[in-house]
């Protein structure tokens, strides 16, 4: 059964660069069938959509966030990753990271999420 | 992009139907059947409950159907049950190939 894994420092300072991992078991992240993509959601807020790429590298960005952030895969640790800079508070969230079919739909697996808050 | 519009809650007693709509624009649900829905209790992960507009995920209760009509999808559960009580979140594939969620609805079961 596939699970999703997400890893990362659950702290950031303000202006320094969020990162996190998410590690795919029990199948391969180069599945031609799916996408990979980050999802956040601020304390007691909304769902967003941060952005997705495909195993070749391909990747895809939430235009208000699209100039802070980069989505890379890494087939051989069946990895994917999230960098998001220059953070502020606003960034205080939970990120999940999930697996989305084509046309980024059907989000059908996500990780259980980790919680990174923006503080000093 | 903006997100999508969802009436911040909505309530039911056992046993009704009750319908949350979700609208768009002709750039994302309107022009696409890729609209799906997502349920997420507190201090979950989201659940996947309908994509493809209508598609029920394997494991996914009858009761959750989908439906659209022009820039508005809707989520509608009948037969409530306490159980249903969550959060629900529509998103949408748009035409700048980006994802777009609503501000999510949340239901009661009075």
């Known amino acids: 059964q596939l699970q999703l894994q997400e890893s990362g420092p659950g702290l950031v300072k303000p202006s320094e660069t969020l990162s996190l991992t998410c590690t795919v078991s029990g199948g391969s992240i180069s599945s031609s069938y799916y996408y990979w993509g980050w999802i956040r959601q601020p304390p007691g807020k909304g769902l967003e959509w941060i952005g997705s790429i495909y195993y070749s590298g391909s990747t895809y960005y939430n235009p208000s966030l699209k100039s802070r952030v980069t989505i890379s895969v890494d087939t051989s640790k069946n990895q994917f990753s999230l960098k998001l800079s220059s953070v502020t508070a606003a960034d205080t969230a939970m990120y999940y990271c999930?697996?989305?079919?084509?046309?980024?739909?059907?989000?059908?697996?996500w990780g259980q999420g980790t919680t990174v808050t923006v503080s000093s | 992009q903006s997100a999508l519009t969802q009436p911040a809650s909505v309530s039911g007693s056992p046993g009704q139907s009750i319908t949350i709509s979700c609208t768009g624009t002709s750039s994302d649900v309107g022009g696409y059947n890729y609209v799906s829905w997502y349920q997420q209790h507190p201090g979950k992960a989201p659940k996947l409950m309908i994509y493809d507009v209508s598609t029920r995920p394997s494991g996914v209760s009858n009761r959750f159907s989908g439906s659209k009509s022009g820039n508005t999808a809707s989520l509608t559960i009948s037969g409530l049950q306490a159980e249903d009580e969550a959060d629900y979140y529509c998103?949408?594939?748009?035409?700048?190939?980006?994802?777009?969620f609503g501000g999510g609805t949340r239901l009661t079961v009075l």
């Open positions: 999930a697996r989305l079919g084509s046309y980024f739909r059907n989000m059908d697996v």
């Open positions: 998103s949408s594939y748009t035409s700048s190939i980006t994802v777009v």
